[in-house]
């Protein structure tokens, strides 16, 4: 039976180029504040310091926008990774799972590190009026460290949903057809 190459669409097409751009997003989100945001807090007197990160979690945890980013990029990966399973793309299927399991150590490390922190500093109040900015230091060591884990780990799950886009867009599926493409052409005695 002849092969032919499978169209990269439907669900599963759909499903993994979301996924994709939702984590190239938020890893783009993570490196920003690796690479700026808390290098550039960090030349702040630690008022200044706190002030400003409570300023940024309250934008970001006010943001639709973002919550739906930020959970959708995991049921995005989840449902491209069954979907693909479920048509016999098992390459495809382990490569967005793989993505999963890389964007569920980000929520843990979020929930487990970074949201901490950020109660803990929405629960202090005033923070020119802190006696002990020791929570500019976990800020500045724990949640950094945390913030750059989540981007290697975003990125890596990025590198994975490419892959398995690509491999969406080149699998084959075997054709009902029963005849050949082409007749075979008679040999003539001489």
Known sequence: ??????RPGGAAGVLLTVACVAMGLLSGLFYAYDLSVMPGLS???DAAYLTA??????AIDNSGPFAVLF??????????????HRRGRRAAAAWAAGAGVLYLAVLVLTVAVNLPLNGEL???GDPAKIADPSLADRFKGAWSAANL????????????LAQALRLHGTATT???RTEPLSRPVPHRAS
């Open 1 to 6: 039976m002849p092969v032919e190459p499978r």
């Open 43 to 45: 030349r702040l007197d």
């Open 53 to 58: 990160m409570r300023n940024f979690n309250d």
């Open 71 to 84: 959970l959708g990029a995991l049921a995005a990966t989840v449902c491209a990774a069954v979907a693909e």
């Open 122 to 124: 929405a629960r202090l």
């Open 149 to 160: 884990a989540r981007t290697v780990l975003t990125t890596a799950a990025v590198v994975c």
């Open 174 to 176: 075997t054709s009902p």
